[in-house]
């Protein structure tokens, strides 16, 4: 599969002003999304670059759909994990937001539960904790991964989260992913362009976030953010290079798939990302 990077939006529809009985009317030709098929693409290969000391880390595709991890150092292949179970996570929201991931509190009242499947931390991190490398993992609530004393307080992975990991070397986890993909068809002023669809929510409360952008591809901070950047306090990468709204600063650049953001809000926010990709010429 191949094709070019679009953004799914609707700017450039088409609009038509009309003037009826002197009064001014606007309309504008949106496009017709139709769910066409499902496709199953091949297997691709995303890579997690872990530096010794610190890290803010997140899966750059979809957790449900790993299906095996490689441990690297050096480039050279270490060890490789082909058994990844999945078991089910409970993320309940209030009002559209995260609060907290439990599997032990249902049908809460006022709360939307969603649930996806997910694997361990622990298996995450297995191949280079053979080795003795990772120190400690935590999650956005604090909850620590304490691979020395053979403590798991993260257990399975949200998919709206980051992660800080620790390491006393450098290496890199390498993600196989399969999965169905959704064809959309989208139509524009009789124009139909097919596209595969990926992407997600992101999700950020009130306060200090660990944030992962499920994203394929680099992309413009600045344009990410862009629908709720006047309710962020400050944005830090995994180098420490920080995105101040205020100033109108941005020392990040463009957000790293793989990579993890620290972020303060003001708010609750969410951010939809609708990352397509072309696929007119590699359908029938």
Same mark, same amino acid.
């Given at each position: 599969?191949s094709g070019v990077?679009?953004?799914a939006d609707?700017e ?9 009985n002197?009064v001014?009317y606007i ?6 999304l139709?769910?066409?098929s499902t496709?199953?693409i ?6 997690i670059p ?7 880390i997140a ?9 095996k991890?490689?441990?690297?150092v050096?480039?050279?292949l270490?060890s ?5 179970p ?9 009002k559209g937001y995260?609060?907290?991931v439990?599997?032990?509190?249902l049908?809460?009242p006022?709360y ?12 995450l991190l297995?191949?280079p904790n053979a080795?003795?490398?990772? &120190?400690?993992?935590k999650? %956005?609530? !604090?909850? *620590?991964?304490l @691979? #020395? /004393?053979? +403590?798991?307080g =993260?257990?399975n992975?949200?998919?709206y ?6 390491t006393n ?6 993600l196989?992913s ?7 068809q989208s ?12 992407g997600?929510y992101v999700?950020?409360?009130s306060g200090?976030n660990?944030i992962r952008?499920?994203l ?6 600045d ?6 950047i006047n309710?962020? &306090?400050i944005?830090k990468n %995994?180098? !420490?290079? *920080?995105y101040? @709204? #205020? /100033?109108n +600063?941005n020392g =990040?650049g463009?957000?790293v ?7 303060k809000s003001?708010?609750?926010v969410e951010?939809t990302?609708?990352?397509t990709e072309d696929?007119?010429?590699s359908?029938a």
């Amino acid at each position: 599969m191949s094709g070019v990077l679009k953004i799914a939006d609707l700017e450039g529809d088409e609009r038509i002003d009309n003037i009826i009985n002197g009064v001014s009317y606007i309309n504008l030709s949106l496009p017709t999304l139709v769910v066409d098929s499902t496709i199953t693409i091949e297997e691709e290969t995303f890579s997690i670059p872990f530096l010794d000391g610190w890290n803010i880390i997140a899966l750059p595709c979809r957790i449900e759909d790993v299906t095996k991890i490689q441990y690297f150092v050096n480039d050279v292949l270490i060890s490789t994990d082909t058994n990844i179970p999945k078991s089910d996570v409970y993320i309940y929201t209030k009002k559209g937001y995260t609060t907290e991931v439990s599997n032990s509190q249902l049908n809460r009242p006022g709360y939307i539960e969603e649930v996806h499947d997910s694997f361990g931390i622990t298996k995450l991190l297995q191949l280079p904790n053979a080795d003795n490398q990772i &120190v400690i993992a935590k999650d %956005n609530n !604090g909850n *620590a991964y304490l @691979p #020395e /004393y053979s +403590y798991d307080g =993260i257990g399975n992975m949200s998919k709206y989260e980051s992660f800080q990991v620790k390491t006393n070397i450098s290496f890199t986890l390498k993600l196989t992913s399969k999965r169905d993909h959704i064809i959309v068809q989208s139509t524009v002023n009789g124009i139909t362009n097919s596209f595969v669809q990926f992407g997600g929510y992101v999700k950020i409360s009130s306060g200090w976030n660990f944030i992962r952008f499920p994203l394929k591809f680099s992309q413009g901070l600045d344009f990410l953010l862009a629908s709720v950047i006047n309710n962020l &306090v400050i944005i830090k990468n %995994n180098d !420490g290079a *920080a995105y101040l @709204p #205020e /100033y109108n +600063y941005n020392g =990040i650049g463009d957000v790293v798939p793989g990579e993890g953001y620290q972020i303060k809000s003001e708010i609750d926010v969410e951010i939809t990302l609708l990352v397509t990709e072309d696929f007119t010429n590699s359908i029938a």
